[in-house]
């Protein structure tokens, strides 16, 4: 079971243009008649590849893209870096069959704001659509969990003495470094501004008297697996 993880603004009054990316028609066809059922949702288009994908936004006005990772020779994690760094970029759910928690983290990374099984689709893809659209990020509980042991410690893990200098929110910060989650990551879960990060993990380094970002991973990933 699924839900949002972050407190999400709620989508504003207006239709949701979605564009749906996914190398199955049948699929496909069948996000298109759910989305279509709901008053406020719209398909905008459809893409089976990178390429189609990207004409798709060329040429369609997009708010969402619901996008598999799965898309013939084409990876989905690079489409969606891709896209995210290009004048196109809008919230990215994907929308898949492989495992969440396999997953969903390298998502995230690459830039998607929420993951979805297909299994869930029935109960939970309305809800989820309208949570990113609306600025928030969707996961199950399961991963939820996970992500909060990761921010908190496990039961019994300590942090470094020196660690005790940061304040909490910078602990959390460096246990989600030890974790491997990078910046993209990092501010979806906490719910904090590019800003804000970079300015906490430069707080970091200086309590920590440590020179880079690269020692404090090291140093971070030492310490949670430890």
């Not at 998502?107 to 309208?130: C, D, Q, T, V």
């Not at 990113?132 to 991963?143: C, P, R, T, Y």
């Not at 003495?161 to 909490?168: D, F, G, K, T």
């Amino acid at each position: 079971m699924s839900q949002m993880v972050t407190n999400s603004i709620s989508a504003k009054a207006r239709d949701i243009q979605v564009l749906i990316v996914d190398e199955q028609p049948s699929i496909r066809a069948a996000m298109r008649s759910l989305l279509e059922t709901e008053t406020d949702l719209r398909v905008c288009a459809e893409a089976e590849n990178a390429r189609t994908a990207w004409s798709a936004l060329k040429h369609h006005l997009s708010h969402l893209i619901l996008m598999d990772l799965m898309l013939g020779p084409d990876d989905g994690l690079d489409l969606v870096r891709q896209i995210e760094e290009s004048c196109y970029a809008q919230p990215i759910l994907v929308f898949s069959m492989q495992s969440e928690r396999a997953h969903a983290l390298q998502a995230l990374e690459a830039g998607a704001n929420g993951y979805l099984m297909k299994s869930e689709a029935s109960e939970w893809l309305i809800p989820a659509i309208r949570s990113v659209a609306g600025g928030g990020l969707f996961l199950s509980n399961q991963m939820r969990e996970d992500l909060h042991e990761m921010q908190e410690g496990r039961p019994g893990e300590l942090l470094p003495e020196a660690c005790r200098r940061l304040s909490p929110d910078e602990a959390r910060i460096f246990r989600l470094l030890g974790h491997g989650l990078g910046n993209n990551q990092m501010t979806l879960l906490m719910n904090i501004s590019n800003l804000e990060l970079t300015s906490s993990l430069f707080a970091i380094n200086r309590k920590l008297n440590i020179p880079d970002l690269g020692v404090l991973r090291k140093m971070a990933r030492e310490s949670v697996s430890g």
